[in-house]
């Protein structure tokens, strides 16, 4: 990929400018359209196919490019010199003058739950962005036939998520272009009435009904109603949600650009930047331009440096470069196209302050950081001199509340206590990291549903709390009264890591794993065995890795506790156990106690002259305090 000159002097930083944007946004469709069909209607891209089939997949790749190109030729003013709009124009006539028809340019017709349906909102979003200078100059008979495949998502069921914003997007473009009715007034009315509904503040949706809160917050949930909005020139309050949303989610990004990797789609890869570039577009944004600039250039750096494009100029699918386990079933190879709606940033032209100003530290790369988001259960924890964010998931498990909880859909982009922007989750079928099990009859455990106990920060340091029930793939599912309770304490680089069994049957263990990558598992309370596990699979980052690992016998209830550090460099905190309470205390005097039943956590420097772990918790925790009942 040939990109223009770095200037180090606007963008210390990554070296990337808009003109670096636009020229990524050529090159990737200049790519892929080497693959279309001769009529336009479709790019079959290279690659294994999706579980909706190589027509869906072909569809998938003309719409997902097409919303590059509306983005790239919108923020010209129309400007398209490399003629990608006749190009869309030609596959828009193809694709609808017999839909359902089972040759090489017919769409697919939008059925319940189908995947034309997503790829709708592409193309009704990227028809509204280039109104003028291509809708405007269909024939009226190739509006006509778009216009009824679009309705189709208008008189489907959608996904019960974020899919709902699919008909609400395709409703939002045929009333630009003063084709309303009740049809697409219902599909409107519909998909905002839910969003208020998955809102659960700070900024954050659930995508859908139950806890999946992972990037689709950013680059469906905030970017389908925020842009509506936008396009249409009208005021929406869910514009100072996505102020609000960016206020936490700009630390979800490693000092070397990545985003946290954390929750499904990951193969949008630097998609995970559309919100930010949109709020500097629109104004609803707490983030300097020179910071935001920072995020979305250095999102898009880091994928390009590392492999995403392959030798034929195709995002791949997969993280880096191609990884499987990254992957969802419904992925095909037109999918990591999504990754186009990071391109909303060059909505804003060549003269706004997100292009002007001087490129400044992402939120990760200023200071060491603890937030806890107790809304969502998620604690993130960033560290200056290396620039790495950690998350520690108390909160977010993809279980949507019809489904029951069950090991063979162990989800290893939620289920595990912790996740990074420099460590993916190893594999399933090899030995999780960052995941405590109950060891039952030599069945290990997993985590599925999560249940939130709370979370809070004081200066400097910061929980989360939530107990989930272990659920086994052999045997009985569950063991009646089991339970486990846990606590993330996170203080600089440290994390404490604190569960507490219950109802463990006689002769079970528990095992606690740590990061898949160079890091330190220190036992401090609970466990007796110590050693390394390997994970041949790998992660998305490496394609090998050994996992620390401790182990414990366990009987009815009791506690265990570990310090955990992503790195080579840990403090030195103790730990005591005494009946319900855990006290944790650091050499500079530093102390934190845990009380489970009901869970309350508190924290502070102990008075002069007491020493960590003694003492009274009430006479010594009056600083800082943060709990839950």
């Known amino acids: 990929m040939k990109l223009p000159d770095e200037d180090r002097v606007l963008s210390p930083h990554t070296g990337y400018t808009r003109d ?23 790019l079959d891209l290279p690659g294994p196919p999706s579980g909706s089939g190589v027509r869906s997949d072909g569809l998938e790749g003309f719409a997902r490019t097409f919303l590059a190109a509306a983005f790239r030729v919108a923020g010209e003013d129309g400007k398209d010199p490399h003629g990608w709009l006749e190009r869309y124009a030609g596959g828009l006539d193809a694709g609808t ?8 340019e017919s769409w697919l017709v939008i059925a319940d739950r189908s995947q034309p349906m997503v790829e709708s909102a592409s193309i009704a979003l990227g028809l509204r962005l280039t109104r003028p200078w291509l809708w405007d100059q269909l024939a009226p008979a190739v509006q006509d036939r778009v216009e ?36 697409t007034s219902r599909a409107r009315d519909r998909a905002l009435e839910l969003l208020e509904g998955w809102y659960r503040g700070d900024g954050w949706y659930a995508d859908g009904d139950g806890r999946a809160f992972d990037h689709y917050n950013g680059w469906a ?42 929750g499904r789609s990951l193969t949008y890869r630097f998609a995970a930047a559309s919100a930010v570039g949109l709020g500097a577009v629109t104004g609803d944004t707490p983030l300097r331009p020179g910071v935001s600039r920072r995020l979305i250039s250095g999102a898009l750096r880091y994928f390009l440096d590392r492999g995403a494009v392959d030798e034929h100029g195709l995002l791949s699918l997969g993280w880096h470069g191609p990884h499987a386990p990254t992957v969802q079933y419904y992925s095909g190879p037109g999918s990591p196209y999504w990754a186009s709606k990071a391109f909303v940033c060059l909505l804003a032209p060549p003269k706004h302050p997100l292009w002007t100003a001087t490129e400044e530290p992402a939120p990760s790369e200023t200071a060491d950081t603890v937030l806890a988001l107790p ?5 993130l924890q960033s560290t200056r001199d290396d620039g790495v964010v950690r998350l520690h998931n108390h909160g977010s498990d993809g279980v949507r509340p019809h489904e029951a909880e069950s090991a063979a859909e162990d989800n290893p982009h939620y289920g595990r206590f912790a996740y990074s922007t420099r460590t993916g989750p190893t594999a399933r079928d090899n030995p999780a990291d960052n995941h405590f099990a109950v060891v039952v009859s030599g069945v290990r455990s997993v985590r599925r549903r999560i249940h939130p106990l709370g979370a809070g920060q004081g200066d400097g340091w910061a929980w989360a709390g939530s107990w989930h029930r272990p659920v086994f793939g052999r045997g009985p599912a569950t063991v ?23 109802g463990a049957p006689p002769g079970a263990r528990v095992e606690q794993t740590g990061w898949a990558g160079e890091s330190i598992l220190r036992p401090l309370a609970g466990w007796t065995g110590q050693d390394e596990v390997r994970a041949p699979n790998g992660t998305a980052f490496v394609p090998w890795v050994s996992l620390p690992r401790l182990s414990g016998e366990v009987h009815g209830t009791a506690v265990f506790v570990a310090l955990a550090v992503l790195g080579t460099e840990a403090g030195s905190p103790a730990a005591s156990v005494a009946g319900e309470g855990v006290g944790i205390g650091w050499p500079d005097g530093f102390a934190v106690r845990i009380r489970f039943g009901p869970l309350r956590v508190e924290g502070a420097f102990e008075h002069r002259g007491n020493r960590p772990g003694s003492g009274s918790a009430d006479s010594r925790m009056n600083r800082y305090s943060t709990r839950r009942s």
């Not at 020229?23 to 336009?40: E, H, K």
């Not at 809304?375 to 604690?379: E, K, P, Q």
């Open 480 to 502: 009646p009264g089991l339970r486990v309770e846990s606590v993330t304490v996170a203080r600089g680089r440290d994390e404490l890591r604190v569960h507490r069994v219950l």
């Open 20 to 42: 670096h944007w636009a020229a990524v946004a050529d090159s990737l469709l200049t790519a892929a359209w080497r693959w279309a069909t001769p009529g336009c209607a479709r």
């Open 375 to 379: 809304t969502m259960g998620l604690l």
């Open 148 to 183: 009824e495949w679009l309705r189709g998502a208008l008189r489907h069921l959608p996904a019960p998520n974020n899919w709902y914003l699919f008909p609400f997007t395709v409703a939002g473009f045929l009333a630009s272009v003063g084709r309303a009715d009740a049809e």
């Open 221 to 262: 949930l905030h970017l389908y109603p925020v842009l509506d909005a936008h396009l249409a020139g009208e005021p929406s309050h869910h514009g100072p949600r996505l102020r609000e949303h960016l206020e936490s989610f700009g630390l979800w990004f490693g000092g070397d650009g990545a985003p946290l990797h954390f």
């Open 97 to 104: 003058r017999t839909p359902g028809r089972d040759d090489a």
